[in-house]
């Protein structure tokens, strides 16, 4: 394993810091981070996990303001819209500069050429790259781009306009997810000439914060601070992702000062760190859902009340006190009470397996009867211990007759089977991207019931669809919330999965970091971050 000259070895980084913060030694701030990245092209994943080993390195046309929901200029420094919704004219920075990886240096700064590029690659299936690793752009089509984009043009050199087949309010805080990096063309062209397309997804280029430097799968990716970028500058000189999957692991490498900074502790362990006086604990309420997702194409889930007996089945109570230990809230609705919009009249279905019983035989269904339930093998911030979680799930299945055989894969396949619809039963969860009601309620569109897309239940009821696009032509958003509610309703009746609970995200770092603000979408971002 290598590191930055400034970190031989992870053993190290505790008096590696103390140097650091004498002045006697470059800056490292580690990070141990819970997976390893698919790759590091944004608009090829899924996963936060990716999401946040690339984010060092891209920049996109709109920001989220660090630590905030608030969208902000990022590679654009202006926009105007059209008075009818459907144009957005964008004016990039003058001087943006990409980064030089091993075998490539750019000759210019950023340019429209790039912004086209980087939409035409996931949009037109001509595009020379469209095929690279896969081709697989799920973002972009659950976003409603693959479908809904007329134009993407330049206009001069510094001016991009984008034109939509209708109005769609979200467009700027889609803008600002990591599906829409911006990327170098000119590194695309260079690799092309030289027969390396499949190096573009691996070496990133881009105009961020830091530039790349090397990855060793499952181990370590390696990141320098780039001096020339135009926004919010890195304060450290170097950034490490420490691959450490195991929640114990990670904690173990805190204590020892082996990592400055780690997400999804295990919530067991969060009394003991916050006593730690050399550990700092931040929270916040989590702009998620975690759910079990009933695969509507699989008989006998095709039928509602085969869906509601499921969900009647769970004891949510049970999963709220053992799993999370109170670092959660249980949920009814996919989106989050801290979103407007959230229809707080529905009600939750009662445990009662009694009644689940009465449901499946009204379905015609006979039990015992076989079920696969999937669980995903890692820990995210909606899901602290889904194995747990399942075993539990399978135990409250066998009181109504119904056998659960437990299921699971590598992340990344697990992901992939998932969205191709293998599963009869699954679970996952979602992180909000955006701040926007429309975030989760995607999730149900027809759009992304598609193999491959984000709809895990692949269940499209033309109702919820319709209220779906007619909420994104709105820019009133009384009238927004009044069709999200009507969807909700919609939702709970049809109970296309079984909403478990929204967490409480923690984050745990050491005390000599400064400047970290947690991000209400669970990302993780390190310019501003410094080491006292």
Same mark, same amino acid.
């Given at each position: 394993?290598?590191?930055?000259?400034?970190?031989?070895?992870?053993?190290?980084?505790?008096?590696?810091?103390?140097?650091?913060?004498?002045?006697?030694?470059?800056?490292?701030?580690?990070?141990?981070?819970?997976?390893?990245?698919?790759?590091?092209?944004?608009? &090829?994943?899924?996963?936060?996990?990716?999401?946040?080993?690339?984010?060092?390195? =891209? /920049?996109?046309?709109?920001?989220?303001?660090?630590?905030?929901?608030?969208?902000?200029?990022?590679?654009?420094?202006?926009?105007?819209?059209?008075?009818?919704?459907?144009?957005?004219?964008?004016?990039?920075?003058?001087?943006?500069?990409?980064?030089?990886?091993?075998? !490539?240096?750019?000759?210019?700064?950023?340019?429209?050429?790039?912004?086209?590029?980087?939409?035409?690659?996931?949009?037109?299936?001509?595009?020379?790259?469209?095929?690279?690793?896969?081709?697989?752009?799920?973002?972009?089509?659950?976003?409603?781009?693959?479908?809904?984009?007329?134009?993407?043009?330049?206009?001069?050199? *510094?001016?991009?306009?984008?034109?939509?087949?209708?109005?769609?309010?979200?467009?700027?805080?889609?803008?600002?997810?990591?599906?829409?990096? #911006?990327?170098?063309?000119?590194?695309?062209?260079?690799?092309?000439?030289?027969?390396?397309?499949?190096?573009? /997804? @691996?070496?990133?280029?881009?105009?961020?914060? !830091?530039?790349? #430097?090397? =990855?060793?799968?499952?181990?370590?990716?390696? =990141?320098?601070?780039?001096?020339?970028?135009?926004?919010?500058?890195?304060?450290?000189?170097?950034?490490?992702?420490?691959?450490?999957?195991?929640?114990?692991?990670?904690?173990?490498?805190?204590?020892?000062?082996?990592?400055?900074?780690?997400?999804?502790?295990?919530?067991?362990?969060?009394?003991?760190?916050?006593?730690?006086?050399?550990?700092?604990?931040?929270? *916040?309420?989590?702009?998620?859902?975690?759910?079990?997702?009933?695969?509507?194409?699989?008989?006998?889930?095709?039928?509602?009340?085969?869906?509601?007996?499921?969900?009647?089945?769970?004891?949510?109570?049970? #999963?709220?006190?053992?799993?999370?230990?109170?670092?959660?809230?249980?949920?009814?609705?996919?989106?989050?009470?801290?979103?407007?919009?959230?229809?707080?009249?529905?009600?939750?279905?009662?445990?009662?397996?009694?009644?689940?019983?009465?449901?499946?035989?009204?379905?015609?269904?006979?039990?015992?009867?076989?079920?696969?339930?999937?669980?995903?093998?890692?820990?995210?911030?909606?899901?602290?211990?889904?194995?747990?979680?399942?075993?539990?799930? @399978?135990?409250?299945?066998?009181?109504?007759?119904?056998?659960?055989?437990?299921?699971?894969?590598?992340?990344?396949?697990?992901?992939?089977?998932?969205? @191709?619809?293998?599963?009869?039963?699954?679970? &996952?969860?979602?992180?909000?991207?955006?701040?926007?009601?429309?975030?989760?309620?995607?999730?149900?569109?027809?759009?992304?019931?598609?193999?491959?897309?984000?709809?895990?239940?692949?269940?499209?009821?033309?109702?919820?669809?319709?209220?779906?696009?007619?909420?994104?032509? *709105?820019?009133?958003?009384?009238?927004?919330?009044?069709?999200?509610?009507?969807?909700?309703?919609?939702?709970?009746?049809?109970?296309?999965?079984?909403?478990?609970?929204?967490?409480?995200?923690?984050?745990?770092?050491?005390?000599?970091?400064?400047?970290?603000?947690?991000?209400?979408?669970?990302?993780?971002?390190?310019?501003?971050? /410094?080491?006292?």
């Amino acid at each position: 394993m290598s590191y930055p000259r400034s970190t031989p070895s992870l053993p190290r980084l505790a008096a590696l810091a103390l140097l650091a913060a004498a002045g006697v030694q470059a800056k490292t701030l580690v990070y141990c981070s819970e997976g390893s990245p698919e790759n590091f092209t944004p608009a &090829l994943n899924t996963t936060g996990t990716s999401f946040d080993a690339a984010r060092p390195v =891209y /920049d996109r046309l709109t920001h989220f303001t660090r630590g905030s929901t608030q969208v902000e200029p990022g590679l654009a420094e202006s926009w105007t819209i059209s008075p009818d919704g459907k144009t957005y004219t964008f004016k990039l920075r003058a001087g943006v500069k990409f980064h030089s990886v091993t075998g !490539f240096t750019p000759t210019r700064d950023l340019n429209a050429d790039d912004v086209v590029w980087s939409f035409e690659r996931q949009w037109k299936p001509e595009h020379p790259y469209a095929k690279v690793s896969g081709g697989k752009y799920d973002y972009f089509a659950d976003m409603g781009f693959k479908d809904g984009l007329v134009a993407v043009e330049k206009v001069d050199p *510094l001016t991009v306009r984008i034109t939509l087949k209708a109005p769609n309010v979200t467009m700027l805080p889609n803008l600002a997810m990591d599906f829409a990096a #911006i990327h170098s063309a000119e590194y695309a062209e260079a690799l092309a000439k030289a027969n390396k397309k499949e190096q573009f /997804d @691996q070496v990133p280029v881009g105009t961020g914060p !830091f530039s790349f #430097i090397t =990855y060793q799968k499952d181990a370590v990716i390696r =990141y320098k601070a780039n001096k020339a970028y135009w926004g919010e500058k890195a304060l450290v000189d170097d950034l490490v992702y420490a691959i450490t999957p195991d929640a114990t692991a990670r904690y173990s490498k805190l204590k020892a000062g082996e990592c400055h900074l780690s997400g999804y502790p295990r919530p067991a362990d969060l009394p003991e760190m916050q006593k730690d006086p050399a550990l700092k604990v931040t929270n *916040l309420p989590g702009l998620n859902i975690a759910y079990w997702s009933f695969n509507t194409q699989k008989p006998p889930f095709d039928k509602k009340e085969v869906r509601q007996a499921f969900t009647m089945a769970i004891d949510k109570a049970a #999963i709220l006190k053992e799993v999370y230990l109170g670092a959660g809230t249980p949920a009814k609705n996919l989106m989050p009470p801290t979103l407007w919009g959230y229809n707080d009249k529905v009600q939750d279905w009662p445990h009662d397996p009694a009644k689940a019983k009465e449901l499946l035989a009204k379905a015609g269904v006979k039990t015992p009867m076989d079920v696969d339930l999937w669980y995903m093998p890692v820990q995210r911030p909606y899901n602290p211990n889904a194995k747990r979680m399942a075993e539990m799930m @399978q135990a409250d299945l066998a009181k109504i007759g119904v056998n659960a055989k437990l299921v699971t894969y590598e992340w990344g396949e697990y992901r992939k089977r998932l969205q @191709q619809g293998e599963h009869m039963t699954g679970m &996952l969860g979602w992180n909000g991207d955006n701040g926007d009601p429309d975030n989760f309620f995607f999730l149900h569109g027809c759009d992304a019931a598609r193999p491959g897309g984000q709809n895990l239940s692949k269940w499209c009821n033309k109702p919820f669809d319709e209220r779906l696009e007619k909420a994104r032509t *709105l820019t009133d958003n009384k009238a927004r919330a009044k069709l999200y509610e009507e969807m909700q309703a919609i939702e709970h009746e049809e109970a296309p999965d079984f909403k478990i609970a929204h967490s409480v995200v923690y984050e745990v770092m050491r005390k000599e970091v400064t400047g970290y603000k947690q991000s209400p979408f669970n990302t993780h971002e390190f310019k501003g971050v /410094d080491l006292k």
